[in-house]
Structure formats: C-alpha cells, structure tokens
C-alpha cells in the first residue's frame, strides 16, 4: 500500500528565512502527490498538487515542490518564510483504487521567529 | 469560491451514544469522504462514497460507522454506540468527476468529544 513519511515532526525557522519541509512516498508507479497546510483549529487547504509533467510546480502562497522520482521525494519549499506560514504542513499521496482516498504523513509543525 | 460546509463544529457527547456528523460537500462534486485526525496525530481516512455506495474503507470504519446521503445535498457520518476513543477531529471531503486528478475539498471539521 501506499504510504507516506514526513520525516521532521517539529521545524522552526526565522522570519525571511527560506524553508523546506522534506515528504517521501512508497509507490511503484507515478503517484499523485498534494500539500495541505492546516492553522489551528482550520481544516485542510490546498497549496499544491503533482501528477504528471513539470517537476517542478508552484501553489499557492508562494510554495512550490518538486517531484523527484529517483529520491520517491516530494519536498516542499518557500523561498521567504512569512510568520503567517506557522501552521502544521501534511503531504497526502493518492490511493488510486476505487476510493480514491488520501493517505497522509504524520505532518510537520512549521514555527516561524521573528 | 465553494467550499465544503460541516455542523456542528463541535460536538459533546455521552459514551454510549449515537451522534451524527452532517457535511455538505461541494455540489459538483460526485466523490465523498470522512477522515479522522485524533488530537496530535496525522489525518487518518475512514471512508469514500461514490455513486450511493461506500467504494472503499478503513479498518477503523467497523460497525458501528455508517455512511449516508440522504438527499442531493448532505452527506453524513453516524457513530453508533460511541466510545471515548471516537473523541477526535472528523473531517469531510469531497471531490469533482475525474478523482484522480482532482484534488480533495475539506471542510474545515467537526470536533467530537466522547464523555
């Protein structure tokens, strides 16, 4: 089955500094892979998603990721951090059966200093 | 821009109990779902609903879990017989035609807390 691993639990970075919060997949073919971010409280939103094609995609709030199939990585990115990004950060892999359904990694709360 | 709508925000109830939570995904959308975050940990997927029945879940979903949508607009999930290890975050979602490439919709959770 698929699963996902976000390997840094807790990261904290200074305000304008950039970031990048490490996702890695099992799948044996090309998986869809998504970034959500959730504040306290919220429910999930969307930043960004890859299926196919460019390596590279942008979303939104100025995060971007790149898909690296040699690494099975997923990483997400933001050159300039705002105190505003503070928030838990989950990447979700796609079952690709009949549901369909999410499988997500355990998340990594992102705090930012100013 | 639509979003997925879920009632009530938070709910309180004694163990042992029925509850029921209420979602109204977007209305495009032909692709259903319930997960679950306990407090602290990663979001955890219960359920999928297309076409009036459930396409797949989870072991978490035993038979006490039952999903329904009553009319063209909601799409609800019941716990019977609710234990205190039900208490967590429920989340609905929903998705367009096209599930594969289409991202999932959440609302924004029902809080449950089993007494």
Redesign the interface.
């Known amino acids: 089955a698929q699963s996902v691993t976000q390997p840094d639990i807790h990261i904290t970075v200074s305000e304008g500094a950039s970031l990048e919060l490490r996702c890695n997949y099992s799948y044996g073919a090309t998986p869809?892979l998504?970034w959500?971010v959730q504040s306290p409280g919220?429910?999930?939103?969307?930043l960004l998603?890859y299926?196919s094609g460019d390596t590279l995609v942008q979303g939104i709030k100025g995060f971007e990721a790149e898909f690296k199939r040699s690494q099975s990585s997923f990483n997400l990115r933001k050159p300039s951090v705002h105190w505003s990004d503070a928030a838990e950060y989950?990447c979700?892999v796609?079952?690709?059966?009949?549901?369909?359904?999410?499988?997500?990694?355990?998340?990594t709360s992102l705090t930012v200093i100013p | 821009e639509p979003e997925?709508t879920q009632t009530p925000s938070h709910q309180v109830t004694q163990m042992g109990q029925e509850v029921i939570l209420r979602c109204v995904p977007i209305s495009n959308h032909l692709?259903f779902?319930w997960?679950r975050q306990i407090l602290g940990?990663?979001?955890?997927?219960l359920v999928?609903f297309?076409n009036n029945e459930i396409?797949?879940k989870s072991e978490i979903f035993d038979d006490r879990f039952s999903v329904e949508r009553p009319d063209g607009s909601n799409f609800t999930l019941k716990i019977r017989s609710t234990k205190l290890e039900d208490s967590a975050m429920y989340?609905c979602?929903s998705?367009a035609l096209g599930?594969?490439?289409q991202?999932?919709?959440?609302?924004?959770?029902t809080r449950l807390s089993i007494l």
């Not at chain 1, 919220?42 to 969307?46: C, R, T, V």
């Not at chain 2, 940990?41 to 997927?45: D, G, I, T, W």
Request: proline letters at 2%; aromatic letters at 28%.
């Open positions: 869809y998504f959500y919220q429910g999930l939103q969307l998603k299926f989950f979700a796609d079952a690709l059966n009949t549901g369909n359904q999410f499988y997500f990694g355990t998340g | 997925v692709y779902y997960y940990q990663k979001v955890e997927f999928s297309y396409s797949e989340f979602a998705r599930a594969g490439n991202p999932q919709h959440f609302g924004d959770g």
